[in-house]
């Protein structure tokens, strides 16, 4: 499957503003939606998730909405019909090939990383996977990993030690993507550097652009 990681909006909040700021960015090019609602019942989750998707379907076709760590949740979502099409997991999760088993052979599963080690330990599982996340980039506020930021000097090993593409994550901010993109990364995802924009398009239509530049 190809995908275009190359702004990638990973989701906070809870409330209608948060399903605005999706349907923005999926406007403005986005290629990927990842839907993250830590604080909420499953009930609640699959209501925010079928509601990204539908305006994400509305605003841009060809964006991909997966779920954050809920590969129930997502499945649940799918079998709805709603415009959802996979899950992002980490190690505290269900494991990747389950994850790849309940959600079928078409459906989008990335994994989290953030070392050279954690990049190496996926390769027995990559042809269950599509893309994996490493980070941080920086420290942020948003996720404790507890691993040492890798900074841009960080990621040229991990790309080239992944069969996989790899997107960073990580309080990446706008100024930042034009380095990352030549590390070889595939994408840049984003949480407060989008949802708190007071122009969510603007802010994906640089990071393309960027990425567009290399």
Not at 98 to 119: F, W
Not at 159 to 174: H, K, M, W, Y
Request: aromatic share 4%; proline share 5%; with cysteine.
């Amino acid at each position: 499957m190809t995908l275009d990681l190359r702004c990638y909006l990973v989701t906070s909040g809870t409330d209608h503003r948060t399903v605005e700021t999706a349907a923005s960015a999926a406007a403005a090019g986005a290629g990927m939606v990842q839907v993250r609602a830590k604080d909420v019942s499953t009930r609640d989750s699959l209501g925010l998730v079928l509601q990204v998707g539908e305006a994400v379907r509305r605003a841009n076709s060809a964006t991909r909405v997966v779920v954050d760590d809920r590969a129930d949740v997502a499945w649940a979502a799918m079998r709805a019909h709603g415009n959802v099409h996979g899950v992002h997991v980490g190690s505290a999760d269900l494991p990747v090939r389950d994850a790849r088993a309940i959600l079928g052979p078409d459906a989008i599963v990335g994994y989290t990383t953030g070392t050279l080690d954690l990049v190496r330990s996926v390769e027995p599982f990559a042809d269950a996977l599509d893309y994996v996340g490493a980070g941080p980039f920086r420290p942020t506020p948003t996720k404790d990993s507890g691993r040492v930021p890798l900074g841009v000097q960080g990621y040229p090993e991990l790309v080239a030690a992944s069969s996989l593409p790899v997107v960073a994550i990580g309080d990446v901010q706008v100024a930042d993507v034009p380095a990352l993109a030549a590390t070889g990364v595939a994408g840049v995802a984003m949480v407060r550097a989008i949802m708190a924009s007071d122009d969510p398009a603007a802010v994906v239509r640089q990071v393309i652009q960027a990425f567009d530049r290399v």
